[in-house]
């Protein structure tokens, strides 16, 4: 299998849940996509579908 590198943007994920989450009739505030987000990358950790590198 191959490897490659893939940048996970919580700021992303948290602007495509709240797109899909108005077209769907909700309105989140700001504060519950923040969570949303980092729920989901915390999801994809414990899946392991990505790995969290730390900057140095």
């Keep these: 299998m191959k490897e490659i590198d893939v940048i ?3 700021e992303e994920i948290a602007e495509f849940f709240f797109r899909e989450l108005l077209k769907r009739g909700y309105v989140p ?8 987000a980092d729920i989901t990358f915390e999801y994809l950790l414990e899946k392991y579908i990505i790995d969290e590198e730390l900057d140095e």
């Excluded at 505030?29 to 949303?36: A, Q, R």
């Design 29 to 36: 505030t700001e504060d519950e996509m923040e969570e949303l």
């Design 8 to 10: 996970i943007d919580t």
